[in-house]
């Protein structure tokens, strides 16, 4: 059994991992103590090194970190790497987001979630990074309560919903997370074992 260190003090972030993982024999497990790592990458994967080195510091062992965002074609990317802190709660995040694409036709509304994921060993040495997508539209409003983040508002055409509306057993398995995960996963079991 291997236990990987997840970099991140984001609850929902540890049971969708957990959620998605299906191999008994590795373990995530949150952070612990003082993390808080700047993140200052010019790009999702730099940001999620950052965060699998910062917390290899405090952990010594192997960490995983991911980094994603929501970028939206007629923003030219935005929010990116910046989804997290593009307004102070989710709600506004959503409202802001909303604002800016008041104008824009449903045509034009494309975006897709990117996670990035970085994989460190204890000395902070990146061993593998992974990255993964998924592709949707914004709609015109929260529909769905599963989820966090923008999922209310990003709709899947080949489902007819919201990643908020949707069952977390399809969610686990189409979301950037996932997409990026499942591979890294893999990666583990065929390189760490």
Same mark, same amino acid.
């Given at each position: 059994?291997?236990? !990987? !260190? ?7 972030? *540890? ?20 993390? @808080? ?9 730099? +940001?999620?090194?950052? #965060?699998?080195?910062?917390? @290899? ?5 192997? =960490? $995983?970190?991911?980094?994603?965002? $929501? =970028?939206?074609?007629? $923003? ?19 409202? #802001?987001? *909303? ?15 990117? =996670?990035?994921?970085? $994989? ?19 709609? &015109?409003?929260?529909?769905?309560? +599963?989820?966090?983040? &923008? ?30 995960? %499942?591979?890294?996963? #893999?990666? %583990?079991?065929?390189? !760490?074992?």
């Amino acid at each position: 059994m291997i236990k !990987i !260190i997840l970099a991140t003090s984001n609850p929902h972030k *540890l049971e969708e991992i957990n959620a998605i993982n299906k191999n008994p024999e590795i373990v995530f497990d949150v952070i612990q103590g003082d993390f @808080s790592p700047v993140e200052n990458g010019r790009n999702f994967i730099e +940001n999620a090194i950052i #965060k699998a080195q910062e917390a @290899s510091k405090i952990m010594n062992t192997y =960490c $995983l970190a991911d980094d994603s965002g $929501l =970028c939206v074609d007629a $923003l030219n990317g935005r929010p990116g790497i910046y989804s997290a802190r593009y307004a102070p709660t989710q709600k506004e995040k959503i409202k #802001k987001l *909303l604002n800016e694409l008041n104008q824009v036709p449903k045509e034009k509304r494309q975006a897709h979630f990117t =996670c990035a994921m970085a $994989l460190v060993n204890s000395k902070g040495e990146i061993i593998h990074t992974q990255e993964g997508r998924v592709e949707g539209v914004i709609d &015109y409003e929260a529909k769905g309560t +599963n989820g966090f983040g &923008y999922d209310p508002i990003f709709y899947v055409p080949d489902y007819k919903q919201t990643i908020a509306q949707l069952p977390e057993e399809i969610k686990n398995t189409i979301s950037h997370r996932a997409n990026a995960l %499942i591979p890294m996963i #893999k990666w %583990i079991e065929q390189n !760490i074992f």
